[in-house]
């Protein structure tokens, strides 16, 4: 059973930063594979980061890349999307996602959202001009 929880996001103006946690409750956190996307409305969902078990290898969207960043803290069971210089566009549902293997396969990084199974409920984010 794994389940993941978000929290950080809020209402803030542009050019203002944000970091958003998620908290993993799996008994092998560290055979996860995690990643974040976003939905705004209206738009299909949007890959947004990913990061390897060791945390050693981070994968970002080409719509955030240079302003967010993804990390992780094995001994929390956390992962984590640091995003600085928001920009209206950035406004949506970010939410979570994990799956058990790695982050690379056959066909490059999973950026997809049928390559993971698991799903946090997402948390807001509200950029204003």
């Known amino acids: 059973q794994v389940q993941l929880v978000e929290s950080g996001g809020g209402l803030v103006q542009a050019g203002a930063s944000l970091r958003l946690s998620c908290v993993v409750s799996?008994?092998?956190?560290?055979?996860?594979?995690m990643a974040w996307f976003r939905q705004a409305p209206e738009k299909e969902r949007e890959f947004v980061a990913a990061?390897?078990?060791?945390?050693?290898?981070?994968y970002t969207g080409d719509s955030v890349k240079g302003r967010f960043t993804i990390s992780r803290d094995n001994a929390k069971n956390t992962v984590f999307l640091q995003m600085n210089n928001l920009k209206p566009e950035d406004t949506a549902v970010y939410s979570c996602?994990?799956?058990?293997?790695?982050?690379?396969?056959?066909?490059?990084?999973?950026?997809?959202?049928?390559?993971?199974?698991?799903w946090g409920q997402g948390t807001q984010v509200t950029v204003s001009s």
């Open positions: 996602a994990a799956v058990s293997g790695p982050v690379i396969i056959n066909s490059g990084v999973r950026a997809r959202a049928d390559q993971y199974d698991y």
């Open positions: 990061v390897s078990w060791s945390g050693h290898s981070t």
């Open positions: 799996a008994r092998a956190f560290t055979t996860l594979a």
